[in-house]
């Protein structure tokens, strides 16, 4: 699923259980999985593979296109906090 989301803005993927691929096309974003002890940072051009899936937060540091690729496709859009 491709995802736009502007600068400090959330979405929350419930991605199941699998691998999780976060591919970003333009910006960065900063990406954090619940029970896992590494954050990770995407930018333009690059991709991770987050080994398993779970509660995900993915949050633009710039306005940010990016793809999440996952066999669950659920998705929910969180406010940033003021």
Sequence with gaps: M???LSERC?????TGRGRV???CHTGSVWVT???DRNDYLV???EEVL???????VVMALETSQF???TGHRRWTLL???A
Excluded: N
Excluded at 10 to 14: E, M
Excluded at 50 to 56: E, I, L
């Design 21 to 23: 691929t976060v591919k």
């Design 33 to 35: 999985r619940a029970g």
């Design 2 to 4: 491709e995802i736009q």
């Design 10 to 14: 959330v979405c929350s993927p419930r």
């Design 50 to 56: 987050v080994p398993r899936g779970g509660r995900m």
């Design 43 to 45: 930018s333009a051009g």
């Design 79 to 81: 406010p940033h906090p």
């Design 67 to 69: 793809m999440v690729e």
